[in-house]
């Protein structure tokens, strides 16, 4: 699991591209923040999450599969995930922060991810 990228991942670039695309401007992993959000928007309070469907077990999602191999270890991993999400959430929004999680399998329809973006952070910085 060592070799399992946090940062930086083929669906986090997409997602920025798209985000980008629209207008908004964002800044990366902010460690001062709990979970170290993906994506932050500061001037809003605001951050997106990208979920991968097998780490967080999207339900009803394909790639939210249980290994067949130590199957017990691989509940409890993927049990202490969600709690862990959670706990996140909760201490964003104690601060004051709201949060979208975007999940991987939600990149293939990039429109839909645009709209998603749009409806939760509202206006762009552009002017047209």
Known sequence: MSAVRGKN???????????????????????????????????????????????????????????????????????QNKARDERVVASLEAAGWRSLVIWECELAEPDKVASLIMQFLGATGRSS
Do not use: M
């Not at 959000?37 to 990208?50: N, S």
């Not at 077990?57 to 790639?63: F, K």
């Open 9 to 79: 991942t083929g669906p986090e670039l997409r997602l920025r591209r798209i985000v980008y695309g629209l207008g908004y401007r964002y800044r990366l992993h902010r460690r001062n923040l709990p979970g170290t959000p993906d994506l932050v928007f500061p001037g809003r309070r605001k951050v997106v999450f990208l979920h991968g469907c097998f780490w967080h077990q999207h339900e009803g999602c394909a790639a939210a599969r249980i290994p067949k191999t130590r199957p017990e270890f691989w509940l409890e991993k993927f049990s």
